[in-house]
C-alpha cells in the first residue's frame, strides 16, 4: 500500500503532467485541428490547383498532427482517470486483480491503473489499414496460408512494369546469365501464364483429350534440353512396352 505521504508525491506528478499537457494544447489549439482546414494551414483557399506532391505533403503533415493528438488526448484521458482513483482511495490498485501496483511500475508509469500481469497493451496490434478492404487480394497483406496461393500479387505486377525497362543494366546482374535489357528484372526467366515448359507447345481439347503437340522454338529448345540430358522426359525413360505406365495400376 502506498502512504499518505506517497500519495501526495503522485499526485502532485499528475497534476502536473495534467497541467503542461493542456497548457500544450491550448497554445497550439489541439494541433490547429479545430480551428483550420487542412488548405487553412498552408494559407490555400483550395487544394484543386496544388501540385499532387504538395497535397501529399500536406496530407502527410495533418496525418502526423491528427495522430499527436490523439495521443495528447489519450494521456490525459489516462491522467484524469488516475486522479479519480486516487480520490476514490483505489490508486496504487490494479483494476483487473485488485493487487497492489509495484511503486517502481507507478513512478515509471504513474497514470497506469493496471499491474503488468494485467496490462492491457500487451497483445500486438492486429488490425489493418481499412484502405486494404478495397484493394485487389494480392496486394493486401495475407496469412501464409494465403501466401503460397498462385493468384496474381504485388510481385507479378511489379514484373509486369519492370519488363518495360529498369534502370538496371546486364553488367549488375554478376554471377547470372543476363545479357539483354529485357531481361533485367527480378525473375525475368519466370514463365508467364504456364507452369511446366511443356505447356508451350502441348494442347488437348475440351474434355481433355486428343493431346497434341505444336511444333515451335519452345518445343525445339525443350527437346534439345532432354537430348543434352540423355533422357526422353522430363520424367525419366518411356517404358518400352506401350502398355506399361509410369504409375503402378491398383
Known sequence: MLTSQEQQTFRHKLMKQREELETHLEHNDHYDLESEADQESVSELSNYDNHPGDTAT????????????????????????????????????????????????????????????????????EERPVEEEILQPGLRRHSDEAASSNFYDSEDSWQDVARYGTSETPSDFSGQDISEYDDTYINSDEPVSYVEDYENFTGNDLYGKNITVFPNAAHEEYEEDLDEDGMMSIMGDIPYHEGDSYVEEE
Do not use: V, W
Open 58 to 125: 500536406f496530407l502527410y503533415e495533418r496525418e502526423k498532427d491528427i495522430a499527436l493528438n490523439e495521443h495528447a488526448e489519450q494521456e490525459l484521458k489516462d491522467i484524469n482517470h488516475a486522479l479519480e482513483r486516487m480520490d476514490n482511495g483505489e490508486y496504487g490498485q490494479c483494476e483487473a486483480c485488485g493487487k497492489d501496483i509495484p511503486k517502481d511500475r507507478l513512478e515509471a508509469l504513474p497514470t497506469t491503473t493496471f499491474c503488468i500481469e494485467h496490462s492491457p497493451n500487451q497483445q500486438e496490434h
